[in-house]
C-alpha cells in the first residue's frame, strides 16, 4: 500500500490545479472506506500548490533531465564555494555562478511556457519560479522537493548558502606551510583568510542581486516583446479587416450609383 499511495499522491500533483482539491478529496475519503484511516488523514493534509509551484512540479515531470543538470551544477557550486573560502581557485566558483545564471533562465522560461500552455498568465509568477530553481540549485533539501514534483509553494535561496557545513580545504592559496609545521599541537590545516572570505561574501552578494535584477529585466524584456507581438499580430488583423470594409464599401458604392443611375433614366 505504501508504494500504491506514493504514487496517487504523485498522480494528484500530476493534476490541473482546479482538479487537486476534489481528488485529493476524494482519494482521502476511499481510503478511510478501506479502513486505511492514517493514509486518509495523510492524503486528507495534502497542500494545493500555488501556481507558480504547480508549473515547478509540472517542470520536474516534462524535463527531469533539466532538474538533474541543476542539482548536479549545486554541487559544483557548493564545491567551489568551499574551495574559495578555503583561499583556493575562485574561478570554478564563478564558472559555476554563471552557469547557474543561463540554467536557471532557460528552466524559468520553460515553466513559464508551461504555465502559458496551461491558460495562466505567467508574468506575475517570473520571480517565484526563478527564486525556487536558485534554491534547489545551492540547497540540496530544495533540489531534492523540486524533484520530487510535489511543492506546494516557492522556495527561495539562502543568502549566504552552505557557510553553515564549509570545511577549509587543503592546498588552497591561503595556505600557510608554516603552521604545518609548527608542531604536534597545531592543527594540520591551513590558515583562513578572513579579509578574502569577506570579499567573496561580498562579491556572492553582489552577484545574487545583480542575477535577480538581470532576470526581472529579462521578465520585463519578454513581456515587452510579447506584447509587441500581440499588438503586431492584432495590427495585421486590423488591416485586413480594413482593406475588406474598404473593399465593401466601394462595392456598395458602385451598386448605389448604379442603381441611382438607373432610377434617375426611369423617372420622368
Known sequence: MPDELEGRIDALYALLLDR????????????QGAGEGEAAKRVKGLRKPVVAAWGLNALARENPEGIRELLDLGTRLRDGQRRALSGGDVEPLRQATDERRRLVGRLARNAAEILERAGTSAGSHEDDLSSTLDAAAVDEESGELLRSGRLTKPLQPPVSFGEPGLRVLEGGRGANPAAKSAGPDREDAPERDPEREQEVKRLRRELADADRRERSAAAAADRARRRYEELEARRGESREALRAAESEHRGVELDRRRLAAR????EP
Open 20 to 31: 487537486f482539491t476534489p481528488q485529493r478529496d476524494a482519494l482521502a475519503k476511499e481510503l
Open 263 to 266: 432610377l434617375a433614366k426611369l
